[in-house]
């Protein structure tokens, strides 16, 4: 059965993914110093990078706190990329849930709640901070790119790189990359969205090129499951 509606809960986790699902330093100050390379240089490595992937896997630890209340939620599990457009988040802690995307879609699905939300998401994966991860965002073209340099960050093994996003009428305000300073894959995510709240991802284990199969990145509610849709506009 198909209904048409959103709850709460779906929409507070579908903004984490997308406006997301998926970190990293909180109140940055001004640059002190010039880093290694110039903001154009990294973001062209790093765009040079995904774009060379065909897949990706790992595993996630997730922070999302929201800014009203100050408290922190945190979620961990596996991810699964696979290019174009392919992804497979499966949370595992503190409950299990499962956020797909097969190119055009995004499924949200609970089994303990016996429901699965579906949304077309095939307009906006350029331009949303998941679309980094996949290598579908240009860097440059999409963000406005600045190095982040201070104190705290002379000694790091990573690059921070701060996004702005040069579009209108987006979920978030900005993106803060953690880069690897030798493989230049992407260490850490934050968003930060219109309200002020963020989301923080720390990727680990990342394994590229690995062969993932299409069947990873297929979704079909079983039996018995409440499908939900988003609530449409009505027709003037």
Same mark, same amino acid.
């Given at each position: 059965m198909r209904r048409e509606r959103c709850g709460a809960r779906g929409s507070v986790l579908h903004r *984490? /993914?997308?406006? $997301?699902?998926? #970190? $990293? #330093?909180?109140? /940055?100050g001004s %640059? @002190?110093?010039v880093s290694a390379l110039t903001a154009d240089e990294l973001a062209d490595k790093v765009q040079a990078t995904y774009q060379g992937f065909s897949? #990706?896997?790992?595993?996630f630890l997730q922070r999302a706190t929201n800014k009203l209340s100050g408290m922190t939620q945190e979620a961990s599990g596996r991810l699964f990329l696979k290019w174009p457009g392919r992804m497979r988040w499966e949370y595992e802690k503190p409950e299990s849930r499962l956020f797909l995307i097969d190119g055009k879609t995004l499924w949200s699905y609970s089994p303990s709640e016996r429901q699965a939300m579906s949304q077309d998401v095939s307009g906006v994966l350029t331009t949303s901070p998941i679309g980094i991860l996949f290598g579908m965002s240009s860097l440059r073209r999409d963000f406005q790119v600045? %190095?982040? /340099?201070h104190a705290g960050t002379k000694d790091s093994p990573e690059y921070l790189m701060e996004l702005t996003p040069k579009g209108k009428d987006l979920s978030f305000k900005r993106v803060i990359l953690g880069v690897d300073r030798e *493989?230049?894959?992407?260490?850490r995510l934050t968003v930060f969205d219109l309200y002020g709240n963020t989301t923080e991802v720390e990727l680990s284990r990342q394994k590229v090129n690995s062969g @993932?199969?299409?069947?990873?990145f297929q979704f079909s509610p079983p039996p018995g499951t409440d499908v939900v849709a988003p609530l449409k506009p009505p027709v003037p």
């Open positions: *984490s /993914v997308i406006g $997301l699902a998926l #970190l $990293l #330093l909180m109140g /940055v %640059p @002190l110093s897949d #990706l896997q790992g595993t600045r %190095p982040i /340099v *493989s230049f894959f992407i260490r @993932l199969k299409d069947e990873l």
